[in-house]
């Protein structure tokens, strides 16, 4: 906790700063005279990166809280990340609140002293709201600090075309497809299947990178120990993850292709794979993408049932002026009442199982899917997902693997070959 | 009193030139101070404080600055061959982005010069590239070499030729690295060698032809070299622009974001591996002593490149 003496001694060093920062230019003076000391009125900023369905949320917070005001700052998905980090490095600039995707919440919770400890402010009590993975991703290695709290998650589930299935010879109803793949094993030989009976032109699904990290997602251990260890090469599920997709790739399974890329985006309209392991807001990406195939995507169970990809944190940075507030908002933003009112305004998948009973998320089916059950489909994934630790290069090693399996795809590279470059790409980082 | 002496001793020439002022006079001085004052802010400042975090081992996301670390940055840059690759990247790069936008820029300058017609238009029409942003030319040009979808490896297929991933292999995802920095250039230094010729006196090419040059022969004896400034300039610049290449690698890699400049890091630069280390790995120490290692190579490439456009002179 933070004494008085301290935030003065720091508002002093923010004045004495300003007063230089005005000499010089004479346009900052605007930019230092804010707080609750001479408006009577607190402004709040959050920073996010994309549509985190708050708006009408934020008219009904400050309705309640007379005296305070949010403001909204939106930027792309890696300049927000980058800019975050630097302002956490030069000590100022942050937002009140900042949002923190899954993919960067390792590297920033490794640095847990330059947030808010959740755990501080009594949220420890309601850990139980947040799915137990959802709550150790962003809790620190030791487990004293809690730096975010969880907005959404993905789930995980298969997307399919029922359409391509067919001309394969596969069956096409959902369960039947589901039971087709009980594991990872049983899913690259349905694609040694389809492959065999394949339409012209398509693949059984859209690139190694994302069947791999389904893979590794649903293992107990993936790139870190529990002690935070990087344990990429010597964890017998990564090697193993990374063969069995390798061969699907050198069996003509994989339509190389990477997610988010434009090729990636063309791919799904110009029906170039057959299924794809897919979480939540993807429906709605490839109900856009794909305008022309609806009605001819499905979507069935993962293989191995579990699964996760993407959902963010709030996060509140310690060099805030007004910590106390900040919390309380991230804390009710990120409540059951509020994580429905989200789900609702824009379909992002809560991250609290009470709400996973809630008939308005269990009864969601998609028409763009054949009518598919997405909400039960989803909830039911994350549910049964595993906590696997997480550590600051998670990040970085997804790269590493990403990169490594388009040398593949591309040819540039032996399988082999490229688990040794990925491994001196990870081995190069650790420094 | 000595920056007077010194300000006088060159004379000889006062009859063209401006007076010198008056010793002890601090006005001239005044006038030019707010751009050292600027540029002592915002560009000596910046190197200065690059330099000295290049000698700590600073992590944006550490507790603070740095430990004082002496040389160490720099010795592993020394030995890091992700650095060696990039170099090589940013050269190979350099030299297929510099050398046919120049010379394609004087034949054109020369062409405009000799026939063509509506020349104003024409202008125009070379310096549109120019307008346009980099990172739309990187987007389109993407799109343009993307290996299913994309319009070359269409027209590659018309005439039989198989599909080429472009940026999967070094020398293809080169080649199209050059060719977005090419098309967006050519055309501007295109505009300056032609203002460059149209200011040299008529007479020298009428000498030229009484004396029995032929087109060619006059290019060659009168246009280059009363060309050298506008050579330099140009060679100068495009040096500076090429050695620092950045965006046009980084949105060339087809995933949003990604730093690695191709999956096997196949076109990778300096500033790109900076970019990667300061802004992706949070490593600010070892990212400032590659900025340092930047400005070096900057340097000798620019020196490099005066160095070999002056070489004109002496057949002048």
Not at chain 1, 358 to 369: H, M, N, Q, R, W
Not at chain 2, 266 to 276: D, K, S
């Given at each position: 906790?933070?004494?008085?003496?301290?935030?003065?001694?720091?508002?002093?060093?923010?004045?004495?700063?300003?007063?230089?920062?005005?000499?010089?230019?004479?346009?900052?003076?605007?930019?230092?005279?804010?707080?609750?000391?001479?408006?009577?009125?607190?402004?709040?900023?959050?920073?996010?990166?994309?549509?985190?369905?708050?708006?009408?949320?934020?008219?009904?917070?400050?309705?309640?809280?007379?005296?305070?005001?949010?403001?909204?700052?939106?930027?792309?998905?890696?300049?927000?990340?980058?800019?975050?980090?630097?302002?956490?490095?030069?000590?100022?600039?942050?937002?009140?609140?900042?949002?923190?995707?899954?993919?960067?919440?390792?590297?920033?919770?490794?640095?847990?002293?330059?947030?808010?400890?959740?755990?501080?402010?009594?949220?420890?009590?309601?850990?139980?709201?947040?799915?137990?993975?959802?709550?150790?991703?962003?809790?620190?290695?030791?487990?004293?600090?809690?730096?975010?709290?969880?907005?959404?998650?993905?789930?995980?589930?298969?997307?399919?075309?029922?359409?391509?299935?067919?001309?394969?010879?596969?069956?096409?109803?959902?369960?039947?497809?589901?039971?087709?793949?009980?594991?990872?094993?049983?899913?690259?030989?349905?694609?040694?299947?389809?492959?065999?009976?394949?339409?012209?032109?398509?693949?059984?699904?859209?690139?190694?990178?994302?069947?791999?990290?389904?893979?590794?997602?649903?293992?107990?251990?993936?790139?870190?120990?529990?002690?935070?260890?990087?344990?990429?090469?010597?964890?017998?599920?990564?090697?193993?993850?990374?063969?069995?997709?390798?061969?699907?790739?050198?069996?003509?399974?994989?339509?190389?292709?990477?997610?988010?890329?434009?090729?990636?985006?063309?791919?799904?309209?110009?029906?170039?794979?057959?299924?794809?392991?897919?979480?939540?807001?993807?429906?709605?990406?490839?109900?856009?993408?794909?305008?022309?195939?609806?009605?001819?995507?499905?979507?069935?169970?993962?293989?191995?049932?579990?699964?996760?990809?993407?959902?963010?944190?709030?996060?509140?940075?310690?060099?805030?002026?007004?910590?106390?507030?900040?919390?309380?908002?991230?804390?009710?933003?990120?409540?059951?009442?509020?994580?429905?009112?989200?789900?609702?305004?824009?379909?992002?998948?809560?991250?609290?199982?009470?709400?996973?009973?809630?008939?308005?998320?269990?009864?969601?089916?998609?028409?763009?899917?054949?009518?598919?059950?997405?909400?039960?489909?989803?909830?039911?994934?994350?549910?049964?997902?595993?906590?696997?630790?997480?550590?600051?290069?998670?990040?970085?090693?997804?790269?590493?693997?990403?990169?490594?399996?388009?040398?593949?795809?591309?040819?540039?590279?032996?399988?082999?070959?490229?688990?040794?470059?990925?491994?001196?790409?990870?081995?190069?980082?650790?420094? | 009193?000595?920056?007077?002496?010194?300000?006088?001793?060159?004379?000889?020439?006062?009859?063209?030139?401006?007076?010198?002022?008056?010793?002890?006079?601090?006005?001239?001085?005044?006038?030019?101070?707010?751009?050292?004052?600027?540029?002592?802010?915002?560009?000596?400042?910046?190197?200065?404080?690059?330099?000295?975090?290049?000698?700590?081992?600073?992590?944006?996301?550490?507790?603070?600055?740095?430990?004082?670390?002496?040389?160490?940055?720099?010795?592993?840059?020394?030995?890091?061959?992700?650095?060696?690759?990039?170099?090589?990247?940013?050269?190979?790069?350099?030299?297929?982005?510099?050398?046919?936008?120049?010379?394609?820029?004087?034949?054109?300058?020369?062409?405009?010069?000799?026939?063509?017609?509506?020349?104003?238009?024409?202008?125009?029409?070379?310096?549109?590239?120019?307008?346009?942003?980099?990172?739309?030319?990187?987007?389109?040009?993407?799109?343009?070499?993307?290996?299913?979808?994309?319009?070359?490896?269409?027209?590659?297929d018309l005439v039989g030729a198989g599909p080429v991933d472009w940026p999967a292999g070094r020398l293809t995802s080169h080649l199209t690295v050059a060719a977005m920095v090419n098309w967006r250039w050519t055309g501007f230094n295109a505009l300056i060698y032609f203002s460059a010729i149209r200011l040299i006196p008529r007479e020298l090419y009428e000498t030229a032809a009484i004396d029995g040059a032929g087109r060619w022969r006059q290019f060659w004896h009168v246009t280059l070299p009363m060309l050298r400034l506008a050579l330099v300039f140009t060679a100068v610049l495009s040096t500076i622009g090429n050695?620092?290449?950045?965006?046009?690698?980084?949105?060339?890699?087809?995933?949003?974001?990604?730093?690695?400049?191709?999956?096997?890091?196949?076109?990778?630069?300096?500033?790109?591996?900076?970019?990667?280390?300061?802004?992706?790995?949070?490593?600010?120490?070892?990212?400032?002593?590659?900025?340092?290692?930047?400005?070096?190579?900057?340097?000798?490439?620019?020196?490099?490149?005066?160095?070999?456009?002056?070489?004109?002179?002496?057949?002048?």
């Open positions: 906790m933070k004494s008085p003496g301290n935030g003065s001694r720091r508002r002093a060093g923010r004045n004495f700063r300003c007063a230089v920062a005005a000499l010089f230019t004479g346009a900052l003076i605007a930019s230092c005279t804010s707080g609750p000391d001479d408006g009577g009125e607190t402004e709040l900023t959050i920073g996010l990166f994309g549509d985190f369905g708050y708006r009408e949320l934020y008219a009904q917070y400050e309705k309640e809280h007379p005296g305070i005001r949010i403001v909204e700052r939106v930027t792309a998905f890696d300049d927000h990340h980058t800019s975050l980090a630097t302002h956490l490095a030069t000590g100022r600039g942050a937002n009140d609140i900042e949002a923190v995707e899954t993919g960067y919440i390792g590297r920033f919770k490794s640095e847990p002293g330059k947030f808010v400890n959740f755990l501080d402010h009594g949220v420890g009590a309601q850990r139980d709201w947040w799915l137990p993975w959802k709550w150790d991703q962003s809790l620190s290695t030791d487990g004293k600090s809690q730096i975010g709290l969880g907005t959404d998650v993905g789930g995980l589930a298969m997307c399919y075309r029922t359409d391509m299935f067919e001309k394969a010879g596969l069956p096409t109803e959902r369960d039947e497809v589901s039971a087709l793949w009980p594991d990872w094993n049983a899913y690259f030989a349905t694609g040694d299947r389809y492959t065999a009976g394949a339409p012209a032109g398509t693949r059984f699904f859209d690139g190694g990178a994302t069947v791999f990290n389904a893979m590794i997602g649903q293992a107990r251990t993936g790139y870190y120990d529990d002690d935070g260890n990087l344990v990429v090469k010597t964890n017998p599920v990564v090697r193993q993850s990374w063969d069995a997709v390798t061969q699907a790739i050198g069996k003509g399974q994989s339509a190389r292709l990477t997610p988010l890329t434009n090729d990636w985006n063309n791919g799904f309209a110009e029906s170039r794979f057959a299924t794809i392991p897919c979480p939540s807001w993807m429906t709605a990406f490839i109900q856009d993408q794909a305008k022309s195939s609806a009605g001819k995507w499905d979507v069935a169970t993962v293989p191995g049932g579990s699964g996760n990809w993407g959902g963010s944190f709030l996060t509140v940075p310690e060099q805030g002026d007004h910590i106390d507030e900040a919390v309380e908002l991230a804390r009710w933003l990120t409540a059951p009442e509020q994580q429905k009112a989200v789900f609702k305004e824009n379909g992002n998948l809560p991250s609290q199982p009470a709400l996973y009973k809630d008939p308005a998320i269990t009864g969601l089916v998609k028409p763009f899917f054949n009518d598919a059950p997405v909400g039960r489909i989803f909830t039911e994934s994350a549910l049964k997902l595993q906590p696997q630790p997480q550590g600051p290069k998670s990040g970085e090693v997804m790269v590493a693997f990403t990169n490594g399996f388009n040398r593949v795809e591309a040819g540039t590279e032996s399988p082999d070959a490229a688990w040794n470059s990925v491994i001196a790409d990870i081995e190069h980082g650790e420094r | 009193m000595a920056s007077a002496d010194k300000a006088r001793s060159p004379g000889g020439s006062d009859a063209r030139r401006p007076r010198p002022p008056r010793a002890g006079s601090l006005v001239p001085y005044l006038y030019i101070a707010p751009f050292f004052l600027v540029f002592a802010l915002f560009g000596l400042f910046p190197m200065v404080a690059t330099a000295y975090v290049s000698l700590t081992d600073w992590s944006l996301l550490g507790t603070g600055p740095g430990r004082w670390i002496g040389a160490d940055n720099y010795e592993r840059l020394l030995h890091d061959p992700y650095m060696w690759n990039a170099a090589r990247n940013t050269v190979s790069l350099f030299v297929l982005a510099t050398v046919p936008q120049l010379v394609l820029a004087l034949v054109i300058a020369q062409l405009l010069d000799w026939a063509l017609r509506a020349r104003t238009l024409i202008s125009l029409g070379l310096l549109l590239p120019y307008f346009t942003s980099v990172a739309a030319v990187a987007i389109v040009f993407s799109v343009l070499f993307s290996r299913d979808f994309g319009l070359v490896n269409h027209l590659l050695i620092q290449l950045f965006t046009e690698p980084l949105l060339f890699s087809a995933t949003q974001g990604n730093t690695t400049g191709g999956s096997g890091r196949q076109f990778q630069t300096l500033a790109l591996y900076l970019y990667e280390e300061g802004f992706r790995s949070f490593d600010f120490g070892y990212a400032s002593a590659i900025a340092w290692l930047l400005v070096l190579v900057t340097a000798v490439a620019a020196l490099l490149s005066l160095a070999l456009v002056l070489r004109i002179r002496s057949e002048d």
